[in-house]
């Protein structure tokens, strides 16, 4: 069922059988907010590349499948994607470039993240996030999720940021963020065999009543390395600060929280 005010262009085939709504392989430019409606499977093919305008959307209440390959990127360009599905559900991305997203200065939307996934359960490998104009270039919310493999470079501010969430971070790169490199609030987090390169605040906070593991990690150029507030717990095992102004701060941050701690 849509409202009047979603959109959705011809070049998707919706298969009722299945229940998938599918954009074949193709460049394609939209102009319009694209919108997704509950109780399908948005699948987008490998190859495909998705030009928006800065200020349009692709915003699905369904998850989605987004398989490209090595050789063959889906990639999307400017504007924003959201994926507010529900918790049983799982949405996969795997060789997704997002290039050049941003929120729109007019929006009255309340998300901060420029590729956000609220309510759902999100596996993500093999992908690029870069350029991203938002506050978060990645933000997932109330949400399991595993990141990847994966590369988020060129943030405006924060690059990966979880809210009330559970998941991993594995094998990832975070480079050129103008606020934190990794951001997690009220979570359950595990970082392993990643690195943080010139983060222009924190490399990785954590806070919140948050418990992060981080393990085999790396942080370079940043102002603080890692930062615990707010009740929050870190357990470090084997990382490597270099060039960076604080290597750990600890502090409460908050009226309602009691300190943090790291480990």
Same mark, same amino acid.
């Given at each position: 069922?849509?409202?009047?005010?979603?959109?959705?262009?011809?070049?998707?085939?919706?298969?009722?059988?299945?229940?998938?709504?599918?954009?074949?392989?193709?460049?394609?430019?939209?102009?319009?907010?694209?919108?997704?409606?509950?109780?399908?499977?948005?699948?987008?093919?490998?190859?495909?590349?998705?030009?928006? #305008?800065?200020?349009?959307?692709?915003?699905?209440?369904?998850?989605?499948?987004?398989?490209?390959?090595?050789?063959?990127?889906?990639?999307?360009?400017?504007?924003?994607? =959201?994926?507010?599905?529900?918790?049983?559900?799982?949405?996969?991305?795997?060789?997704?470039?997002?290039?050049?997203?941003?929120?729109?200065?007019?929006?009255?939307?309340? =998300?901060?993240?420029?590729?956000?996934?609220?309510?759902?359960?999100?596996?993500?490998?093999?992908?690029?996030?870069?350029?991203?104009?938002?506050?978060?270039?990645?933000?997932?919310?109330?949400?399991?999720?595993?990141?990847?493999?994966?590369?988020?470079?060129?943030?405006?501010?924060?690059?990966?940021?979880?809210?009330?969430?559970?998941?991993?971070?594995?094998?990832?790169?975070?480079?050129?963020?103008?606020?934190?490199?990794?951001?997690?609030?009220?979570?359950?987090?595990?970082?392993?065999? #990643?690195?943080?390169?010139? +983060?222009?605040?924190?490399?990785? #906070?954590?806070?919140?009543?948050?418990?992060?593991?981080?393990?085999?990690?790396? =942080?370079?150029?940043?102002?603080?390395?890692?930062?615990?507030?707010?009740?929050?717990?870190?357990?470090?095992?084997?990382?490597?600060?270099?060039?960076?102004?604080?290597?750990?701060?600890?502090?409460?941050?908050?009226?309602?929280?009691?300190? +943090?701690?790291?480990?």
């Amino acid at each position: 069922v849509k409202s009047s005010t979603d959109y959705m262009p011809s070049v998707f085939k919706i298969d009722s059988t299945s229940m998938t709504i599918k954009l074949p392989f193709g460049i394609y430019n939209f102009n319009e907010s694209i919108t997704i409606p509950e109780g399908w499977t948005l699948i987008i093919e490998e190859g495909t590349v998705v030009n928006l #305008s800065p200020d349009k959307y692709i915003l699905s209440y369904s998850p989605v499948s987004m398989i490209g390959s090595e050789q063959n990127p889906i990639k999307l360009v400017h504007g924003s994607f =959201i994926v507010l599905s529900q918790k049983d559900k799982k949405s996969t991305l795997k060789n997704v470039i997002f290039d050049s997203l941003s929120l729109s200065e007019n929006s009255n939307w309340t =998300i901060t993240g420029a590729v956000t996934f609220h309510n759902t359960n999100v596996f993500i490998s093999d992908c690029q996030f870069s350029n991203n104009y938002s506050e978060d270039a990645l933000n997932i919310v109330s949400s399991y999720f595993e990141l990847k493999r994966s590369l988020v470079k060129n943030t405006f501010s924060d690059g990966f940021d979880a809210d009330f969430c559970n998941g991993i971070i594995k094998n990832c790169d975070f480079l050129n963020t103008g606020n934190d490199g990794v951001d997690i609030s009220g979570s359950n987090v595990t970082i392993i065999n #990643s690195q943080i390169f010139n +983060a222009v605040d924190k490399a990785i #906070s954590s806070g919140e009543r948050s418990n992060l593991k981080v393990e085999n990690c790396s =942080i370079n150029k940043s102002n603080i390395g890692l930062a615990s507030k707010d009740e929050s717990s870190i357990i470090v095992n084997s990382i490597n600060i270099e060039k960076s102004s604080i290597c750990y701060a600890i502090f409460q941050k908050k009226a309602e929280f009691n300190p +943090a701690k790291i480990v």
